[in-house]
């Protein structure tokens, strides 16, 4: 019996239409987990470098985390990686909601997709009922409204679908994979696009097993019971009445405006009375007690979801009022867009046009609104019509290829990604590590657990890092030791780095939430999951014996995989490099040593490719003899990763304590943020 994961796959090839649900090798969930972790695995074993992202040998593939689908709550991510159209590295997005849980139902860790489909069509799985189905009707069709159909056709309101609307079938870059509340972008829809899948539809009703079923239930439930109560967790962004911090300190239209002060009581209250006016419900994920996801529902309009940071974006990028987020939120959830990189991309095009790089030649019968302009944008990207073609594959190649000095007015792309339209005072270290050298992109993706600011009362600080029990000793000492207004020093800075990798890595392989996880770290300190207690669930799930310090290790190893298909992909150490203006003061030569510094801390050489001792040590010296081969590295460097230990572990009493009984109950009218 397998406990946690299926132990199969399913494997489609849309070219021959052959599937196979085959068994998978134990010894990989040992080594990787899941999720990501064995996704990185499969892709690195059969996408070599040569194959593009829209050659029919591209895999893309939807994972389980090892625990979804278990009682483990606010664990309940679906992975989705392929190689990315938009930087030619992995593509890696995660998304909520309950397909993962169905697909475990259903008996599969993850489905794998291969070849290309000659015509649009869909896969369904009920358990072990498995048919690849004609889409053409589905043609062009929201991606709502195609899970509605589906589940119509089927006949079953309980089937879990993920679907792109007509963005991903036109291979839009900046597309995005919906499903429920939730969706996956950074890649993978245009891929999905081209492979003619236009939507995957799950229904499972089997047992997923775990091996130590009632301690694991009792863990689970009580940690259940505290995510509910606890304010530390969970997407407050999305029920908070104050957005003042996003308004006021991330930048307007394209990267470029800051707007101190824009929020405002008057503006407060505006934004409450429309938020009332259009919600039907708060709603959240599989197992997890929070309701971070809005449905909003405009007069005679579809109802769609609203999350996290597209829940101001739209308006910022426009310079409109909020009522406008409200409004394109339901368009782009239609076409299956990112409300991350879109905005973005339609501002960096605006600016493009007021700056007179595009002109009404390129923009035939431009409105005279603006928001006008924005919708007008938004429908030639989807249909990649006229300059709407290029702008469809985003901001850092559009530039490129508009020419007439564009690439000055694209500066928000690390890694030709757009990134959030952060622009700060002075360069912060650990901050340029983590944008820099992150290979999954976008904010959430990559930072959280250490506090961004000091604490100015010693005593205060020593308090919370007595509850800090997320944290290992070490991340203690140097917060303790942090004084208001100075920096971490650059050790301190790779160690901060390292930490936020290693927890981001491990929620990516359990399917676990960033806002229960990794990403509220920061926040209070206190959260769901981390370093010592997930080996306690993973030990329950699985029958195996693990500590923090294997968790860690197998947290390094999937980062240093990840890696490795990057560096074979072309990636560069001049790449990791946050925008120009990413931060008003830079200093180059610091910047520069830090990331020599932390490449000799993660065991890579000077260019950032790991060494083969590094990746001996990670049992991945078959990657390492692969990199020797393609000319990455020669194989005689002799640089290895820095040991760093996560002892103390906390005792049982002190876990215990940790999921605490929290009082302070969030409420919309509360606020949160
Ligand atoms: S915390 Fe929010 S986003 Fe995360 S699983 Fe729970 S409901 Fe979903």
Same mark, same amino acid.
């Given at each position: ?15 021959? $239409? ?22 990185? *695995? ?14 029919? &040998? ?12 278990? =009682? ?13 159209? !938009? ?36 896969? /369904? ?14 043609? $062009?069709? $929201? ?62 009703? %089997? ?70 006016? /259009? ?11 929070? &309701? ?9 309009? #579809? =109802? ?7 829940? !101001? ?59 006008? *302009? ?43 990604? &757009? ?42 600080? %020593? ?20 004084? #208001? ?7 301190? =800075?790779?160690? @901060? ?7 981001? /890595? ?47 290790? @197998? ?33 180059? &030569? ?22 083969? #001792? ?32 996560? /002892? ?23 606020? $949160?943020?």
């Amino acid at each position: 019996m397998r406990y946690a994961e299926t132990g199969f796959n399913l494997e489609i090839d849309l070219s021959t $239409g052959n599937i196979e649900r085959v068994e998978t090798d134990p010894k990989l969930m040992e080594l990787h987990l899941g999720g990501l972790g064995t996704a990185a *695995r499969i892709i690195w074993e059969r996408v070599p470098p040569e194959v593009g992202p829209f050659d029919p &040998e591209n895999l893309l593939i939807f994972s389980t985390g090892l625990l979804c689908g278990t =009682a483990a709550p606010g664990i309940n991510r679906t992975i989705v990686n392929t190689i990315s159209p !938009v930087t030619n590295y992995l593509a890696h997005s995660m998304m909520g909601g309950y397909f993962s849980a169905e697909m475990k139902f259903a008996g599969y860790d993850k489905f794998i997709f291969s070849g290309k489909s000659s015509k649009l069509v869909y896969l /369904y799985v009920n358990n072990d009922h498995v048919e690849i189905r004609d889409a053409s009707h589905l043609k $062009g069709k $929201g991606a709502q409204l195609t899970a509605e159909m589906i589940r119509n056709e089927l006949g079953d309101p309980n089937i879990q679908v993920a679907s792109i609307g007509l963005a991903g079938e036109n291979r839009v870059f900046t597309a995005s994979i919906e499903h429920s509340h939730s969706s996956a972008s950074r890649g993978p829809a245009p891929v999905m696009g081209d492979k003619n899948l236009k939507a995957v539809a799950v229904r499972g009703t %089997k047992d997923v097993h775990v091996a130590n079923p009632e301690e694991f239930f009792e863990m689970s439930f009580k940690s259940l019971r505290s995510i509910g109560v606890n304010p530390n967790v969970g997407d407050w962004m999305a029920y908070t009445w104050n957005d003042g911090f996003h308004t006021d300190n991330f930048s307007w239209g394209n990267a470029r405006v800051r707007r101190k002060g824009y929020w405002s009581p008057e503006v407060q209250e505006d934004w409450k009375q429309l938020t009332r006016r /259009y919600l039907n419900r708060k709603t959240g994920c599989y197992n997890c007690l929070k &309701e971070c996801k809005l449905s909003i529902q405009l007069p005679d309009k #579809p =109802a769609y979801g609203a999350k996290c940071f597209s829940k !101001v974006y739209w308006h910022l990028a426009a310079f409109e009022s909020l009522d406008f987020t409200w409004e394109v939120l339901g368009i782009t959830q239609e076409y299956g867009l990112d409300n991350f990189s879109t905005p973005a991309t339609v501002a960096y095009a605006m600016e493009l046009f007021e700056e007179g790089v595009l002109t009404l030649a390129d923009l035939p019968d431009f409105p005279l609104n603006n928001k006008e *302009r924005y919708l007008y944008l938004i429908d030639k990207i989807v249909k990649r019509e006229g300059i709407g073609d290029i702008l469809a594959d985003g901001s850092w190649a559009a530039s490129r290829a508009i020419g007439r000095g564009a690439e000055k007015y694209e500066h928000n792309c690390i890694k030709k990604f &757009e990134q959030l339209p952060l622009k700060l005072a002075k360069v912060n270290m650990p901050y340029f590590l983590m944008f820099s050298t992150g290979e999954k992109i976008n904010i959430t993706q990559i930072q959280g657990s250490y506090p961004q600011d000091p604490l100015k009362n010693p005593e205060k600080r %020593k308090k919370y890092c007595d509850g800090w029990i997320a944290a290992p000793q070490r991340f203690k000492e140097f917060y303790m030791a942090w004084e #208001p207004r100075t920096e971490p020093d650059l050790k301190t =800075a790779c160690h @901060i780095c390292d930490w936020n990798e290693a927890i981001h /890595y491990l929620d990516d392989a359990f399917g676990t939430c960033a806002f229960v996880s990794s990403f509220r770290g920061q926040f209070g300190g206190k959260v769901a999951y981390h370093i010592y207690n997930y080996p306690k669930y993973f030990n329950l799930a699985t029958g195996l014996n693990l500590d923090s310090q294997d968790m860690w290790q @197998i947290a390094r190893r999937n980062r240093n995989l990840v890696r490795a298909i990057s560096i074979s992909r072309g990636l560069t150490r001049d790449q990791e490099n946050p925008p120009e203006d990413h931060w008003k003061i830079r200093l180059p &030569e610091e910047e520069q040593q830090v990331l020599s510094m932390y490449y000799e801390f993660k065991g890579w050489t000077n260019e950032g490719v790991p060494t083969k #001792p590094t990746m001996d040590k990670l049992e991945l010296g078959f990657v390492a003899d692969e990199l020797i081969r393609r000319g990455h590295i020669a194989g005689d460097e002799t640089n290895v990763y820095e040991e760093t230990t996560t /002892y103390p572990e906390p005792t049982d009493e002190e876990l215990d304590a940790s999921v605490f009984a929290a009082t302070q109950k969030m409420s919309m009218e509360q606020g $949160g943020g």
